[in-house]
């Protein structure tokens, strides 16, 4: 059975004095919760201070992002060393924000899913189509370009380091889910997909989250699908009560 996986995407929110508020809160209601894997994904400006507050908890500490080089003269970035030393387990690469308004592409995500990997952090790798992309009946296409290109090269153990993301673009911030249904159908595709990349033991031990406007109310329809093993949530996971209610819905039974 795989262990349902839920990370908050604070995205460009949250000073550092909220981030601590926020994540103080959802320490406590989140206390007694196992079963489910946690992880919040603040802001780089806030991840020093937030690492202090979940230390020796159930909460773990993502970043939004990281650099494929350790240091050097590369203006404005991050890099995996700078963020395993902040006490960072995880790190969201290529969310469609990125490929849509930063220029990443198939190829900068694999070069940070690698630098991720080769410093011992967790990727959380996002893959999915636009609107445009869906109604062209091209879902499956744009899929398996994410995949392909996002990770080419990875061997078998590289990969089941990784957790994945589902996003429908159309669904992000729109308070538009995809239905359970459809989610579980790309889900499995992506399954599939990875049993041929890789092999079968990658596909059936892979975790892959749905992110898209989860919300306390729907999540219970999503996790209860087989091949969905969490969510990537963003608007619901800016209040401790929401994100909470989300964590305590997810443990997959
Ligand atoms: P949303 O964002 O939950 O606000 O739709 C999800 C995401 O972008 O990861």
Known sequence: ????????????????????????????????????????????????????????????????????????????????????????RYVIVGHSERRQYFGETNETVNKRLRAALSHGLTPIVCVGENLAEREANRTFDVIKDHCGGSLANLTTDEMKKIVLAYEPVWAIGTGKTATPEQAQEVHTYIRQ??????????????????????????????????????????????KAPSFAAIVKSARKN
């Open 1 to 88: 059975m795989r262990k349902a996986i839920i990370a908050g995407n604070w995205k460009l929110n949250k000073t550092s004095r909220e981030a601590m508020t926020l994540v103080e809160e959802l320490k406590r209601e989140v206390l007694d919760v196992e079963g489910v894997d946690i992880v919040v994904c603040p802001p780089f400006t806030a991840l020093g201070d937030v690492s202090e507050v979940v230390l020796d908890t159930n909460i773990a500490l993502g970043a939004q992002n990281v650099y494929w080089q350790d240091s050097g003269a590369f203006t404005g970035e991050v890099s995996a060393p700078m963020l395993k030393d902040l006490g960072v």
């Open 193 to 238: 997909l990875l049993g041929k990349l890789f092999d079968s033991e990658v596909a059936q031990s892979i975790r892959i989250q749905y992110g898209g406007s989860v919300t306390p109310e729907n999540i219970v329809a999503l996790i209860a699908k087989s091949d969905i093993d969490g969510a990537l949530v963003g608007g619901a996971s800016l």
